[in-house]
T-cell receptor
Framework: GESVGLHLPTLSVQEGDNSIINCAYS??????FIWYKQESGKGPQFIID???NMDKRQGQRVTVLLNKTVKHLSLQIAATQPGDSAVYFC???????????WGAGTKLIIKP | KAGVTQTPRYLIKTRGQQVTLSCSPI?????VSWYQQTPGQGLQFLFE???????NKGNFPGRFSGRQFSNSRSEMNVSTLELGDSALYLC???????????FGSGTRLTVV
């Protein structure tokens, strides 16, 4: 069936470096792609989203890139900080479906 | 403004019992979605309610049910609990359109 998956389960990054978290998706009909951050003991927290007709969107310290040709989504975090340690999920949604389809998650570890 | 409130935070039940989980959405939000999170299956969609009507349902057995009240608060019920139902159950509220889902901290259900 349709799914969203992640390439790497764990990513270790030096504090201050940039982080890149990747995601592959299979449903070309989705309207939005979204990144969430989940810290231990908490629910997922919205980071940034991108509409399917865009290829790049920037937020505060984060950038999402969408490559529809290869069905690939990435989240770039600039100047990674200890507070960025969490599990990051990509998700997709179709406007008429009201259902988030989730990737497996990538655990981001920040090395001091 | 207050976030999404899920009660209880933790729950231990015995196989065969039933359980009811509660979710109070952000004030003004009319959509409530429920997700199950497990280490093995990740995040999976259960159902979504909007103005007391179920708009979409995931691929879970009939033991999983939900409802939404006129004040937008939602409950989900799991009957005849199985060990595999042990999971973090997350609720998300939104206005009903777009990607603005806000998640609660979840209810951790353990079935023994």
């Amino acid at each position: 069936g349709e799914s969203v998956g992640l390439h790497l389960p764990t990513l270790s990054v030096q504090e201050g470096d940039n982080s890149i978290i990747n995601c592959a998706y299979s449903n070309s009909a989705s309207d939005y792609f979204i990144w969430y951050k989940q810290e231990s003991g908490k629910g997922p927290q919205f980071i940034i989203d991108i509409r399917s007709n865009m290829d790049k969107r920037q937020g505060q310290r984060v950038t999402v890139l969408l490559n529809k040709t290869v069905k690939h989504l990435s989240l770039q975090i600039a100047a990674t900080q200890p507070g960025d340690s969490a599990v990051y999920f990509c998700a997709e949604i179709k406007d008429s479906n009201y259902q988030l389809i989730w990737g497996a998650g990538t655990k981001l570890i920040i090395k001091p | 403004k207050a976030g999404v409130t899920q009660t209880p935070r933790y729950l231990i039940k015995t196989r065969g019992q039933q359980v009811t989980l509660s979710c109070s959405p952000i004030s003004g939000h009319r959509s409530v979605s429920w997700y199950q999170q497990t280490p093995g299956q990740g995040l999976q969609f259960l159902f979504e309610y909007f103005s007391e009507t179920q708009r979409n349902k995931g691929n879970f057995p009939g033991r999983f049910s939900g409802r939404q009240f006129s004040n937008s608060r939602s409950e989900m019920n799991v009957s005849t609990l199985e060990l595999g139902d042990s999971a973090l159950y997350l609720c998300a509220s939104s206005s009903g359109t777009g990607t603005g889902y806000t998640f609660g901290s979840g209810t951790r259900l353990t079935v023994v």
